[in-house]
């Protein structure tokens, strides 16, 4: 009963704390595009003005604070058009003020980011008790709150914000170094971490110089080095890989056949690398397993 209570317990709190960092991480892209438009400007860099003109509310003084504005009349949110889900719900995904559309874009990341939050402890493939492994596991949780910036910055505007491909590196890497540190082996954990580096930053690598950029953005190059270092195993890095595009193919063979994608229709990678490295962590070692006794391997 009481182990039944503690695991309700968790449950609810990373639901809330998924939903509350979902809407942070929804604010954050929002104002994360407002800068972007403002450097392309400055550097004579190709940008539509509406769209400028429309974000650049998100750049006031406030820049700094949690609150965010209606994109439409400016209206400053009030804590109680900031409760994450509730407040869109209750609104009917309208503003308050000029009852203009706010669109499914801040749900989704809020559900997303909540929905991460349960499946990784759902599906955390090693222990979670000591504090080393609690650790590993929090950081896990922030960088999962970074890659859904990632996903919906890339899934929108088909770039990858260089902030948030450093910041989660920087993530990645402390999880790396906390491995090793928990399993004593830091330098055979780095060196392995460095493989899975290899092979999904460098894959990347080879076709963004292969087609001069065209394929794909350096921007998911510098993507896979995070995504590699999140893994740490380069076996995990495959498993990534292979989901990654296995994904994309069923997205896009449906999208072909019918007709609402050309051959040269731009595909952000971004979101479909992010998807492939979360899966390959949670059942890439039994996958992996699974397939080497089908081979006779095992
Ligand atoms: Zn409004």
Not at 33 to 39: H, M, T, V, Y
Not at 186 to 212: D, F, I, K, P
Not at 238 to 248: C, E, K, R
Request: net charge positive.
């Amino acid at each position: 009963m009481m182990m039944l209570m503690n695991e309700i317990i968790v449950y609810v709190a990373l639901v809330l704390t998924g939903l509350a960092l979902g809407s942070f991480a929804g604010a954050s892209v929002w104002r994360l595009r407002a800068r972007q438009l403002e450097s392309d400007k400055k550097h004579g860099d190709d940008y539509d003005p509406k769209e400028y003109k429309r974000l650049k509310k998100l750049l006031g003084k406030k820049v700094r604070s949690d609150r965010s504005r209606c994109l439409e009349c400016g209206y400053e949110l009030k804590w109680y058009d900031l409760i994450p889900l509730v407040s869109w719900i209750s609104l009917g995904g309208k503003c308050r003020s000029c009852k203009h559309p706010i669109g499914k874009f801040e749900p989704l990341i809020e559900l997303g980011v909540a929905a991460f939050f349960v499946l990784s402890y759902m599906f955390w493939p090693s222990g979670l008790t000591s504090g080393y492994e609690i650790a590993h596991f929090v950081l896990w949780l922030a960088a999962g709150v970074v890659m859904a910036m990632l996903f919906a910055y890339d899934a929108k505007w088909y770039l990858l914000p260089d902030r948030l491909v450093v910041a989660l590196a920087v993530i990645g890497l402390a999880i790396a170094v906390l491995v090793g540190l928990n399993s004593g082996t830091v330098v055979t954990t780095l060196l392995s971490a460095v493989g899975a580096v290899g092979v999904l930053a460098g894959l990347y690598a080879v076709l963004y110089g292969a087609s001069r950029g065209r394929w794909v953005g350096f921007g998911d190059v510098k993507l896979g080095v995070g995504l590699g270092l999140l893994l740490i195993s380069w076996e995990l890095a495959f498993v990534a890989l292979f989901l990654a595009n296995f994904i994309g193919c069923l997205i896009v063979i449906p999208l072909m056949l019918a007709k609402k994608l050309k051959r040269t229709s731009r595909i952000p990678f971004g979101p479909l690398l992010i998807m492939g490295t979360i899966l390959a962590w949670f059942v890439g070692t039994p996958l992996l397993a699974w397939y080497m006794s089908g081979l006779g391997l095992y």
